[in-house]
């Protein structure tokens, strides 16, 4: 086993797994405070954080759903309900269990509070919008009639369990306990501009927003706080699983793609190969697969002369692999395609495939955090 295999506990109960991965983190502050309109210069490195480290899937434009259906984060309707917290929670903390990663340090993401913050009110700058005054008491509304409207309205963009689809996991435990029923309830009378999301004021009555509201509210969880440990990466010398291997040879579908069936074959098989995590650093820590190395897409490829000095240049299989299912992994591919590297594949159902299939995977220590209210 490889040194940073030791670091996790090796599992393939796929209930514990996703609990794990469903876990989420809260700022320690108890309120998050609106910034000052942004300098020219915070302006500046706020807009090249956006591009470094969010438009692969949110958009050069802001505008959403360019990979893993990330949604908007231009829409008037978000910017005005959602700003400050909502956008400065899910950037710093993400939205555990989907492609939306945790940004902030203190978890092993890039950014610092300060940056994230930044960020945040680069994003709203950005829409011209004026900020809404949320009520924070909670709706109250027929469960059961919720339930309904939501099967009839929602589930075939939402997911039937609110897993996700087109639009975003609706039973995401973060999502839920972060953000108050004024928001849900806004979103659902007034959609989201520019996306798929339908306005239903004048579709379902204030009663049925009300239902369709407290249904999920219903679903929130209670939900355990949880943190990663930080643990640092494998260093270049473990880079290599089963060094004494022979190459995979694998059959690439499109002459880019292996299954999650060949891969883990191959390593059951001992076969040589370098696993790349493709995904934002704090991913990694919670979950992995053996022997990976965490290479986030966010990395500057092209400058990181020593990074690609790390990688084996001898021919040695590369397989990148990221969270729902191929864009950080493509993008990588891509990048090291342009530095010379030839033998390449991408992991065809990206980590949640492979956990879906029953694979095994690393987790993370975590501990327990103290949840804090929204204000
Ligand atoms: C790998 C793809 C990916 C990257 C990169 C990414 N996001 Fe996301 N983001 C998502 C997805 C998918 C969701 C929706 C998750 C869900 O279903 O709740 C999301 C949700 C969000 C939300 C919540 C929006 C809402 O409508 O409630 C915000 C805010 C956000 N992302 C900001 C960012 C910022 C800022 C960055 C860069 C620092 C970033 N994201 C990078 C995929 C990504
Ligand atoms: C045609 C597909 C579609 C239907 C139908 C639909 N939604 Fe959405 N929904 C979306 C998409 C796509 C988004 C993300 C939009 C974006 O890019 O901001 C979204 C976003 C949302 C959000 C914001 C979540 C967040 O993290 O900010 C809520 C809440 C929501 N939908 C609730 C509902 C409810 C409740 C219904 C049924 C009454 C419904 N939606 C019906 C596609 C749909």
Redesign the pocket.
């Known amino acids: 086993m490889l040194a940073s295999g030791a670091l996790f506990e090796r599992v393939s109960n796929v209930t514990k797994l996703l609990q794990a991965m469903s876990m989420a983190l809260i700022f320690a502050s108890t309120q998050v405070q609106a910034l000052e309109a942004l300098s020219a210069e915070q302006s500046a490195s706020a807009a090249a954080?956006?591009q470094q480290?969010?438009a692969?899937?949110?958009g050069a434009e802001r505008q959403g759903h360019v990979?893993?259906?990330?949604?908007?984060?231009r829409s008037k309707s978000?910017l005005e309900s959602?700003f400050p917290w909502?956008?400065v929670m899910?950037?710093g903390y993400g939205?555990p269990g989907?492609?939306?990663?945790p940004?902030i340090d203190e978890v092993g993401g890039p950014?610092t509070r300060q940056e994230i913050r930044e960020?945040?009110q680069w994003?709203f700058e950005q829409g011209g919008v004026e900020r809404l005054e949320l009520d924070r008491d909670p709706i109250h509304g027929d469960v059961a009639r919720g339930a309904e409207v939501y099967s009839a309205e929602c589930a075939q963009c939402h997911g039937s369990s609110g897993e996700?689809g087109t639009g975003?996991?609706l039973g995401?435990a973060a999502?839920l306990s972060l953000t108050p029923d004024a928001f849900l309830r806004h979103a659902v009378a007034n959609g989201?501009n520019g996306t798929e999301m339908p306005a239903f004021a004048d579709k379902l009555s204030d009663a049925d927003l009300d239902n369709v509201t407290a249904f999920l509210r219903s679903r929130a969880t209670g939900w355990d706080l949880q943190k990663p440990v930080y643990r640092p990466p494998p260093s270049p010398e473990d880079y290599v699983v089963n060094p004494e291997g022979e190459d995979p040879g694998f059959e690439l579908a499109e002459g880019l793609y292996v299954s999650s069936a060949d891969l883990n074959a191959a390593l059951s098989a001992g076969k040589r190969m370098v696993l790349l995590d493709t995904?934002?650093l704090p991913l990694w820590q919670m979950a992995n697969i053996e022997g990976s190395v965490p290479l986030p897409?966010y990395y500057d490829y092209k400058n990181l002369g020593a990074l690609a000095e790390d990688l084996p240049r001898d021919g040695t299989m590369i397989v990148t692999y990221?969270?729902?299912p191929r864009?950080?992994a493509e993008y990588v591919n891509r990048q090291l395609k342009e530095l010379g590297f030839e033998n390449l594949a991408v992991l065809y159902e990206g980590i949640h495939g492979w956990i879906a299939l029953g694979y095994p995977v690393m987790l993370g220590e975590t501990e327990s955090v103290a949840a804090v209210p929204l204000e």
């Open positions: 954080n956006y480290y969010c692969l899937c949110h990979n893993d259906h990330a949604p908007s984060l978000l959602g909502a956008i899910a950037t939205r989907t492609p939306m990663a940004f950014l960020l945040s994003l996700g975003t996991a995401n999502m989201r995904r934002a897409y990221c969270e729902c864009a950080a």
